[in-house]
């Protein structure tokens, strides 16, 4: 079946730590998506990318990287300048010039 | 810039009850228009989308016109179920091939 993944599905860091949240699809999409989600803030976009080797600050790109050195795979670290890191994290993935995009189940991360 | 506008939440309704939901979005060009779900601990789903004025999408008795006139894209259904509480996002397309979401309405449906 064709889908996103991301894993894991929740994770733990400690404050100070980077923690790099998983992202692969299978459905052959050039452009992928990193989101996050805040209760009553809707989603915010982190990162994205539309096509391999390269990629664009969102709106909130500050304490986060990613890379994209494959197709099928859109990495995020959050990193140790993320002030406030307790999020749910959304990936999402579409084809070229479609603003329609697919959602990953999401990774939960909480800085403990 | 572009930007989505939806009702607060959460909705609270009894079964069988008619829905409506609420988006409007800034003209900014010809925008793709979409509504998604999302059900608790769970990644988006998308429910409909519209692509050009006086479209109507439409999924699972959910309903939802393009109207240009009023920049409008309001979420319907004639009678909710329980399964129907979640979270629906109104989300719109920019040019930079991104999508921008409302802040979510959260449904309650109670039998």
């Known amino acids: 079946d064709g889908g996103i993944t991301q894993s894991p599905k929740y994770l733990f860091r400690k404050e100070g730590q980077n923690v790099t949240l998983s992202c692969e699809q299978n459905?052959?999409?050039?452009?992928m998506y990193w989101y996050r989600q805040d209760p009553g803030q809707g989603l915010r976009l982190i990162y994205y990318s539309q096509i391999v080797n390269d990629f664009q600050k969102g709106d909130i790109a500050e304490g986060y990287s990613v890379s994209r050195e494959k197709k099928e795979s859109f990495p995020l670290t959050v990193t140790s300048a993320q002030k406030n890191p307790t999020a749910f994290y959304l990936c999402?993935?579409?084809?070229?010039?479609?603003?329609?995009?697919?959602f990953g189940q999401g990774t939960r991360l909480t800085v403990v | 810039g572009d930007s989505v506008t939806q009702m607060e939440g959460p909705v609270t309704l009894s079964e069988e009850a008619f829905l409506t939901i609420n988006c409007t979005y800034t003209?900014?060009?010809?925008?793709?228009l979409f509504w998604y779900v999302q059900y608790p601990g769970e990644g988006l789903q998308l429910l409909l989308k519209?692509?050009?004025?006086?479209d109507k999408g439409s999924n699972k008795g959910f309903e939802a016109t393009y109207r240009k006139e009023t920049t409008s894209f309001h979420l319907e259904k004639g009678s909710v179920q329980v399964s129907d509480s979640a979270v629906y996002f109104c989300a719109r397309g920019t040019g930079f091939q991104k999508l921008v979401f409302g802040t979510g309405t959260r449904l309650l449906v109670s039998p």
């Open positions: 459905l052959n999409h050039d452009a």
């Open positions: 003209a900014t060009g010809y925008p793709s």
């Open positions: 999402a993935s579409s084809t070229a010039g479609n603003t329609e995009a697919f």
């Open positions: 519209a692509t050009k004025a006086d």
